[in-house]
């Protein structure tokens, strides 16, 4: 089975099934008589920019991006960021972005997409990136675009946290 044939099989499963995790997924796929590998799967994943949204059972699934109509790759990468992202909290030049269970891998890369040249770089885990500017300065251009596209509005958090917490309204 080649790549586009095996992607079409996880479209399929993630669409008829709630599958929660790459081991779920994996697990899904070889039932189906396709010999993969997690690491496969992960990759999979990454491409097809599957996110992790609540069902209505309140546990995460894998979701798709739904390819709305007028919609251009800016703004399905915009909506990405609306639903994936938490909150955000910096300390000097470190940005930490909390997301949905799931959706940094998907976050991270559209933020890299952006090649915004105040970034370093960014590492994303399940639900936490970290995102290295090159300057304190760059950190309040990012948060402020992040702003401009999101609606995240600064909520600063008690002392006792100490420092900047960025959060949806």
């Known amino acids: 089975m080649n790549k586009e044939e095996r992607q079409a099989l996880i479209k399929q499963i993630i669409e008829t099934q709630t599958i929660g995790t790459q ?9 189906e008589g396709v010999n993969v590998t997690q690491a496969t799967i992960c990759r ?25 109509e007028g919609l251009n790759t800016h703004g399905r990468f915009i909506r990405m960021l609306k639903d994936g992202i938490i909150w955000i909290s910096h300390a000097n ?9 799931g959706s940094a891998h998907v976050v ?4 890299d997409s952006f090649e915004w040249k105040e970034v ?3 590492i994303a885990g399940d639900n936490t990136i970290l995102v290295i500017a090159r300057s304190d300065k760059a950190v309040k251009i ?12 600064e909520e600063f958090l008690s002392e006792e946290n100490d420092g900047n917490k960025y959060t949806k309204d």
């Open 44 to 68: 999979d994943i990454k491409e097809m920019q599957l996110y992790k949204t609540l069902s209505k059972n309140g546990k995460y699934q894998y979701a798709i991006m739904p390819a709305e």
């Open 93 to 101: 030049n470190l940005i930490v972005i909390r997301t949905l269970a």
């Open 142 to 153: 990012f948060l402020d675009r992040i702003e401009v596209m999101t609606g995240i509005t």
């Open 108 to 111: 991270a890369e559209v933020l």
């Open 120 to 122: 370093l770089g960014t």
């Open 23 to 31: 081991i779920e997924l994996t697990r899904a796929v070889r039932k």
